[in-house]
């Protein structure tokens, strides 16, 4: 079968001056010396392009850490990408934002982590929500498309509506709602974190209230937390099929979390042609199709549909990376889930943060082993 | 709007791309900031002159509408 990506995640960067709770990163860092350089980039924005790539997201981390933000901004609108720029906006002066717009950026991301300052500030680990308002303001004035992206979780889903008001008093083109997804550093924080079902319905009548009230004026999509799901996403499209990911040192990833599953040699692209990696290294080629699947995925009629969800979560909580998915109810092992359900921490309207939750490190200078 | 190698014409929006068929490219074209509604519906109804006008007109606001919807129209 012949599959061509059409999204290219562009990790540039693991450096951020925020420490959010829920960050996707991976537990192990790329240090700033491992980083791909600026024309490392463009090379690969044209491979990827040529591969079929039209949209190119310049994520991190934090992408603006890199000096050279505009010209990989310039470098993906060369190489006849369309490009998202996905930021936490601290730091970025009006000469930049413009800049970053001439250079041809098409879609700026914006992230907010609350409606109200102090929430929003303790997720965060740092000073950041009052930077982002100014920021969203001076955003609204240049053309360039505009989406607000709330991460939301169990402590601040209660503010959904002034979230969305938020987005509105902003005019956003396009609302984000986004909950948490239990990878990375939000799989450690997942019992502090995981929504109850009753939010999670509230959540689904909320929005779908909000998409007819302001239809053409914003879009508002919205992400679920799977577990609570009866049949388990069909996580990016399906494992190397549409869509691709590279790290900031180069490494290519058919999602954010692949590095988790063992066994596998993911390919960079300081060594091997992009071409080669997606066609076919043996990392890309590993769940494609339907020879590695068990059952009941094997049998099931949605496996074409589905691909069976989620390749690191089946390795999350099964140990065995070609597991059904848990957080299907056809799964035998979904009782690994419904206990996390159970075990999740009470709905607390408490508003320090809790003890044992982790924040997110800062990349060392050292590059991992 | 570009042109997919494996796709065809598609519009490309923020997280997500719309395919565009039959006249779906020509319309996306015409609406370059500087014409206004009736200049695109006017064009293509000379365009396309052996079809009945009511219905070009009826389907170019259709897919506009449809467009909107998906918040990929901006008015100057």
């Known amino acids: ?369 | 709007m570009t042109q997919s190698a494996d796709l065809g014409p598609v519009l490309l929006l923020p997280e997500t791309m719309l395919r565009l068929t039959g006249p779906g490219p020509r319309i996306v074209e015409l609406c370059d900031g500087a014409r206004t509604l009736a200049d695109v519906i006017g064009t293509l109804q000379a365009e396309f002159n052996g079809a009945d006008p009511e219905m070009i007109r009826r389907e170019v606001l259709a897919f506009l509408a449809t467009l909107n919807e998906r918040r990929a129209l901006d008015y100057l």
Request: proline fraction near 7%; aromatic fraction near 8%; charged fraction near 25%.
């Open chain 1, 1 to 369: 079968m012949n599959f061509v990506p059409h999204a290219l995640i562009a990790e540039v960067t693991h450096r951020c001056p925020l420490r959010c709770v829920y960050c996707s990163n991976p537990l192990e860092m790329r240090s700033r010396s491992e980083e791909l350089s600026t024309a490392e980039w463009q090379r690969v924005f044209g491979e990827a392009a040529a591969l079929g790539v039209l949209q190119l997201h310049l994520t991190g981390g934090e992408p603006l850490a890199r000096p050279d933000a505009e010209q990989l901004v310039k470098s993906g609108r060369e190489a006849g990408l369309y490009v998202n720029l996905i930021t936490s906006g601290i730091g970025l002066a009006e000469a930049r934002l413009d800049a970053l717009v001439s250079a041809g950026l098409d879609h700026v991301q914006l992230s907010f982590q609350d409606s109200e300052q102090e929430q929003a500030d303790q997720i965060a680990g740092t000073r950041a929500h009052a930077s982002k308002l100014d920021l969203a303001q001076r955003i609204r004035k240049h053309r360039v498309a505009f989406t607000m992206n709330i991460v939301v979780h169990r402590r601040n889903l209660a503010r959904l509506p002034e979230m969305i008001a938020l987005a509105e008093e902003l005019q956003v083109d396009r609302l984000e709602v986004a909950n948490v997804q239990y990878y990375g550093w939000a799989f450690e924080n997942r019992a502090e974190l995981l929504p109850t079902r009753e939010q999670v319905d509230q959540t689904i009548a909320i929005v779908d209230a909000a998409r007819e009230r302001l239809k053409g004026r914003m879009r508002i999509d919205c992400v679920l937390p799977d577990y609570y799901a009866r049949y388990p996403k069909a996580c990016m499209g399906g494992w190397g099929q549409g869509l691709m990911l590279i790290d900031p040192a180069g490494v290519v990833l058919p999602c954010h979390a692949a590095r988790v599953i063992p066994g596998l040699t993911f390919d960079d692209v300081r060594s091997k042609p992009l071409r080669w990696i997606w066609e076919e290294s043996p990392a890309f080629q590993r769940f494609r199709g339907d020879e590695w699947m068990q059952e009941p995925c094997r049998s099931c009629e949605r496996k074409t549909r589905d691909f069976g969800g989620c390749r690191c979560q089946a390795f999350l909580y099964t140990g065995d990376p070609d597991a059904t998915d848990p957080v299907c109810s056809l799964s035998p092992r979904r009782a690994l889930i419904d206990a996390v359900i159970a075990n999740a921490a009470p709905s607390s309207p408490s508003q320090i943060p809790p003890q044992n939750w982790v924040y997110r490190i800062n990349p060392s200078n050292v590059p991992a082993r």
